[in-house]
């Protein structure tokens, strides 16, 4: 844990089991922010054989004593949630196609009301990209959300440490390194943007260093717990 005493901190680890009342619900796969807030409003959980994500608003989601999560419901509960999927959609360029301008049509092929997509217009469609399950302005980040900084890559997020009152963000944990693989706590104050790609913080490789580690004691975290 990066600040065990301090109860104001819920650390949620991407690919976390997860618990219900009544046993096992899955693993945390992502979480779900609004990117100018940085307040985290749903939690997605993998769960059942044939691993289907469900959204869940964070406020279900508690850190029990031992440190693990769990979602105060029942299993039952867990699978009647909206289900969390990626969507990939076709959009007619309106400078291109001004008679179809708005159109949406899915990748396999047909238009909304069964009409087929002739093929000719292939190279006229720009791809869109979207999440079932989740409001439109809300952005979902997770392990393969990619740290950045001014001078490149710096890591890959493993863990969102959020204010229990608040649910913002008040840091993230960075997985860095490649031989050597350390986890660093960032304080939100430094990120610059969050999108599902990328999370770009304003802190070169000199400043990462002066960061406290996941497992720093509690002194040298007291400053992210605000």
Known sequence: MCAPPMNKLLDIRLGAIIFCWDGRAGRVTRLVVEPTTRRVTHIVVEHGLLHHEVVS???????????????????????????????????????????????????????????????????????????????????????????TNREGHVGRLGHVLLDQETDVVQALVVRSGHLSKKDICVPADRIAWIDEVEIHIKADRSQLEEFPAHHAPERELSSLAR
């Not at 039952?76 to 007619?92: G, N, R």
């Not at 899915?106 to 093929?119: A, K, S």
């Not at 000719?120 to 999440?131: A, D, I, L, M």
């Open 57 to 147: 608003p964070i406020g279900y989601l508690e850190q029990a004593g031992d440190g693990s999560l769990a979602l105060n419901m029942i299993l039952q509960d867990l699978a009647s949630l909206p289900h969390y999927a990626e969507v990939d959609y076709l959009l007619p360029e309106p400078s291109r196609l001004p008679q179809q301008a708005g159109v949406m049509t899915g990748l396999g092929g047909r238009l909304p009301h069964g009409l087929p997509l002739d093929i000719s217009w292939s190279k006229r469609f720009v791809k869109g990209h979207t999440h079932r399950g989740l409001p439109s302005d809300e952005t979902p980040i997770g392990r393969d959300t990619q740290i």
